[in-house]
C-alpha cells in the first residue's frame, strides 16, 4: 500500500518570488556581504546574520532529509529539501534572532504515519535531527577558532579580533539554539522529543495539553526580559558548553 500524505501547494507570495532566481541569488549574496560588512563593525549581528542564512536553513533541512529518508514524501513536495534560506526563513522568527539572539525558521510538515517506524519515535527523530545539527555546526566552528585563533593572532590584523568574535558568537548561537529547540513546549523541537520518550499514557496526556503550550511559550519569550527563565534553560548551559569548545576561551 502506497504510503498517504497530504500536500498543499504553496501559496503564491512575494516571499515565493524571492525564492526563485535570480532574486534568490542576489539576496543570499548581498546577506553574505552584509554579514563580512558586519565582521568589521558589529561581529555579534555578523554571526546573526550567518545564522540566518546558514544554521537555519541547515537545521531545516536536517528535519526536511530525516523525514524524507525515512519514507515521508512532504518536504520534498513542500520544497524544504534544499538550502536556499528564502525555502526556510521564518519573518517573525528572523527579526527575533537579529534582535534577541534567538529565533526561529519555518516549520518543516511532515506526516508521521508515513516514516518506516512506529510514528511516535520516527516524529521524535525528525525533531532531533534540527538540534543535533546547531551543535555540529557549534563543533565546526569552535575547530575553525581553535584553528585560526592562533593564527589571526600572529598576524595582528585589525580585523583579526573581530573575526574571533564572530566564531565565538557562531558557536554561542548554535549552542544556544540547541538547548533552546529541547524546551518541551510546542511548536519547539523539544516538544515532540519528549513526547516520543515517554511512555504512551503519559503521551496522551502531554499532547491533551498541547495547545496550551504555544501560550507557555510566548508568555516566557516575551517575558524573558524579566524572567530569567531563558538564561537559566539556554543561555548558561549553551556558555559552559561553548567554554568547552573554545578551548582556551
Not at 544554521?55 to 523525514?67: G, K, N, R, S, Y
Amino acid at each position: 500500500m502506497r504510503p498517504q500524505y497530504y500536500y498543499e501547494p504553496p501559496r503564491s507570495s512575494w516571499l515565493e518570488r524571492l525564492k526563485q532566481p535570480p532574486f534568490r541569488q542576489i539576496l543570499i549574496v548581498a546577506g553574505i556581504l552584509l554579514a563580512v560588512y558586519l565582521v568589521f563593525a558589529l561581529p555579534q549581528y555578523g554571526a546573526r546574520i550567518l545564522i540566518l542564512l546558514i544554521a537555519f536553513p541547515i537545521h531545516e533541512l536536517a528535519h526536511a532529509l530525516t523525514a524524507y529518508k525515512l519514507g515521508d514524501p512532504t518536504p520534498k513536495y513542500d520544497g524544504r529539501l534544499t538550502l536556499n534560506p528564502f525555502a526556510h526563513l521564518d519573518l517573525f522568527g528572523s527579526l527575533l534572532i537579529m534582535m534577541a539572539g534567538l529565533g526561529w525558521a519555518k516549520p518543516v510538515r511532515f506526516q508521521p504515519g508515513n516514516l518506516r517506524m512506529d510514528p511516535r519515535t520516527g516524529a521524535m527523530v525528525v525533531a532531533l535531527a534540527g538540534p543535533v545539527s546547531n551543535l555540529l555546526l557549534a563543533l565546526l566552528a569552535a575547530m575553525a577558532w581553535n584553528s585560526l585563533s592562533p593564527l589571526l593572532l600572529v598576524a595582528g590584523l585589525p580585523v583579526s579580533f573581530n573575526m574571533e568574535r564572530l566564531l565565538i558568537f557562531f558557536v554561542v548561537i548554535n549552542v544556544a539554539l540547541f538547548f533552546f529547540n529541547l524546551i518541551p513546549l510546542a511548536p519547539l523541537d523539544g516538544f515532540t522529543v519528549l513526547r516520543g520518550l515517554l511512555p504512551y499514557e503519559l503521551a496522551l496526556q502531554l499532547d491533551r495539553i498541547q495547545r496550551f503550550s504555544l501560550i507557555i511559550f510566548l508568555l516566557l519569550f516575551f517575558l524573558g526580559s524579566r524572567l530569567p527563565v531563558f538564561d537559566w534553560l539556554v543561555w548558561r548551559p549553551a556558555t559552559t558548553v561553548a567554554r568547552l569548545m573554545l578551548a582556551g576561551y
